[in-house]
């Protein structure tokens, strides 16, 4: 399996795919880059296709430091780096979405060409005058609490909240494999900074054109923060998917593939 090197204890896990610019998917929260997979072999047709597991995700090494977003950006640099990377396509799902905006922040986007956002808010947290935020204080503790005493079961039922429809058990089972790799102390960990995080005010500054793809079905992410970014990010359009929830690439693919394909095409990519 091939791993990119990060700092002593770390290694990222990569997969990649195909020739030509690159694309690179970037998972959520304690997910990781198997949820991806009926992506790889689409966009390899016609791009270098990366899929990653952020630190302690999946693959990855499991440690127990750096759990931060935007440390999970500068580990995407340093990936990015070290496989000498140009005009890159960044697809960034739930948590991914903050890392794409984190790059951003911290490193410019000379080097970026484009990005898709999956289903995310600009923060999650429900700060005042911010009532489209998934998470209030009370929220975070029951999730935090939920996680250390009652991960599998909680989980379980997390999964099932991504879907419009309800997943077939092979799927559940294999999902719920990968959400329960790490310990409850770096998925708690992790929870917490990648819910307080807020891009509101640096959404204006984003001048890559951007596709924002949010599924119709609201049991995760209101349409409502679709529909935000696409007000506050001067370069981007708004696609929704009427037969999904969190995870269009998992319940539309054929229609997300090509979505972002003609997204790509449409910018030059």
Same mark, same amino acid.
């Given at each position: 399996m091939p791993f990119i090197h990060i700092e002593k204890d770390t290694e990222l896990y990569y997969e990649e795919k195909g020739q030509g610019k690159p694309i690179i998917f970037l998972h959520g929260v304690w997910m990781s880059s198997r949820f991806f997979e009926k992506q790889l072999s689409y966009f390899s047709e016609n791009y270098r296709t990366i899929l990653v597991d952020f630190r302690?995700?999946?693959h990855s090494s499991a440690v127990h430091h750096g759990h931060t977003v935007a440390n999970y950006a500068r580990d995407l640099h340093h990936l990015i780096d070290e496989l000498n990377l140009q005009d890159v396509t960044l697809v960034g799902w739930s948590m991914g979405a903050f890392v794409v905006w984190d790059? &951003?922040?911290q490193f410019g986007g000379d080097n970026i060409k484009s990005t898709v956002i999956v289903d995310e808010l600009a923060s999650d947290f429900k700060w005042p005058g911010f009532d489209i935020g998934a998470f209030t204080m009370e929220t975070l503790i029951a999730f !935090?609490?939920?996680i250390q005493m009652n991960r599998t079961e909680f989980l379980r039922g997390f999964l099932? #909240? !991504?879907f419009k429809e309800e997943c077939s058990p092979d799927d559940t089972r294999w999902m719920l494999r990968e959400v329960t790799r790490m310990p409850e102390s770096t998925a708690s960990?992790? &929870?917490f900074d990648q819910s307080v995080v807020d891009y509101r005010d640096f959404l204006p500054q984003i001048s890559v054109p951007t596709l924002l793809c949010f599924g119709r079905e609201e049991k995760v992410i209101p349409v409502a923060a679709g529909k935000h970014l696409n007000q506050h990010i001067? #370069? #981007?359009e708004l696609v929704i998917f009427e037969?999904?929830?969190h995870c269009p690439f998992l319940e539309e693919p054929d229609l997300f593939n090509d979505t972002v394909a003609a997204f790509l095409k449409k910018n030059g990519i």
């Open positions: 302690g995700h999946g790059y &951003l922040k !935090m609490t939920e099932s #909240s !991504m960990a992790i &929870l001067a #370069s #981007s037969n999904s929830c």
